[in-house]
């Protein structure tokens, strides 16, 4: 199978720590680069990581608050002095375009690819992004603003031809995309040969969904029905629930919950407040709920 | 005498390397505490470096490129979000203002602390800050862009009071001041006792210079005249000259001469290229013209 990778380059929330980057991470699906969230330091973190700048292509933003955009202005630019002349697309609430526009125009003034925009509307959930072997979904999450996660999930894959079935019938080339697809064969000879007889089952559609920043969203649950990999923000452990009310965001318990409630089949627990130095808490208290959690980290890679 | 210190937070070029971050320094005088440059993972920087982000009251903007400027935005809403309530004065060519104030406007409404921009002309040379103890000047450098340097001066100090003198004749306290300040002192018995025979010389007044990016300017050797440090652009090596005019950068053997025509007691050079994985080239370049030459690196810090 291909590869379908999810690269960490920050899941620490607003307050700056020398022990975790704003918010952003890199959705590699065989040789097609994603990003979500570009917080500030993500270019740094790019390099350090040793992902090529040149094959993101999609930039999707959750949201506007700083630790999770103020890096774009830095990578844009990056991007142009490399010599980028493929373009770029970015997903966001509308706003974000009025905001780097000015920017861009002037510290940007001289590059050779074009930016293009593509506004998401928050309150809706739809196919933002869709190519030959995957989609993007928007879900609508709860925070202060205007907030959506995503959901990506590779569409339906062709079914696997069994090598000597084929070379039994000796199936003609031109045949053989309709039976990965699900035909039967027809012999020269009128004899049905069943599907079955001629291929294995495709691969599985993976599927990965990020909410950040957001209050427990339950009602989501059936969106992310069965999601393989779920990256749900855990600002705060259990003792700080209240302070996650107030500010629109989940306690680690409260992120497994929708892992749970989802039938996920595993959390990525992140965007963690600055006051935790280690996440042993963090992690305890979600395990408690959803015991195939992790903990997100800048540097490492999770597969799906 | 108070401290003198310039901590690197950042002495890269516009590319990103993990080896450095974009440019920005904290100048800390006594208990003041300056801010040149703030290019992307300023603020980051400042935490590893355990630098208090409530002393920085004024910062300077050399010139608006990116990895000068792009860091501002997010120590902005930091400083915001950490409840700071003291004016902040950035000094900065005027384009700044007006890109930055949407940007405030939106990412950092409820801050409870104002922002003042202050315009800085970087054609001419002039005070653009003054308190009771240190002058800021703005020293115009040739760049892509409006561009200017910066010398910090300490203003002259008063003279030291001699102990034994101001016992022996017992002088009231109420004239000391004036004697600090180079007064002779006459007795009730009208007998005058020169100023020399009370004081000793005061500590001398110290300056730093800042001149990134530019081209070699000599012209500003008479304005740059003993500067104690001079941090000076040294973008390239000998071998990249005419790449260093066409970008009006400098070599380091430029900036080593700008250093001796100055008559700098010691060189500091920085911004260097991404292309140079060590310095040990920057900095032999610059040692044959000007030996008293040393390498910026994130997390030193040069005391005069």
New interface residues.
Partial sequence: MEQFEIHILGCGS?????RH?ASSQVIRIGNKQFMIDCG??T??E???QHIHFSFINHIFISH???DHC??L??LI??FG??GRTAPLHIYADS?LE??MK??IE??CNGMHYPIFFHNIDCSKREIIFEDNTITVESVPLKHRLATCGFIFREKPKQRHLIGEAVNFYNIPTYMRQAIKDGADYTTPDGDVIPNSRLTKDADPSRSYAYCSDTAPCPENCEYLKDVDLLYHEATFADSEKERAAQTFHSTARQAAEIARGSNAKKLLIGHYSSRYETLDTLLDEAKEVFPNTICAMEGVTVTI
Same sequence: chains 1, 2.
């Fill in positions: 607003a307050l700056p720590t020398t980057n500030e330091g270019q740094r790019l390099r350090k506007l608050h700083g103020f890096g202005i830095g630019s990056t002095l490399l706003k009025e905001l000015p920017q002037f510290f």
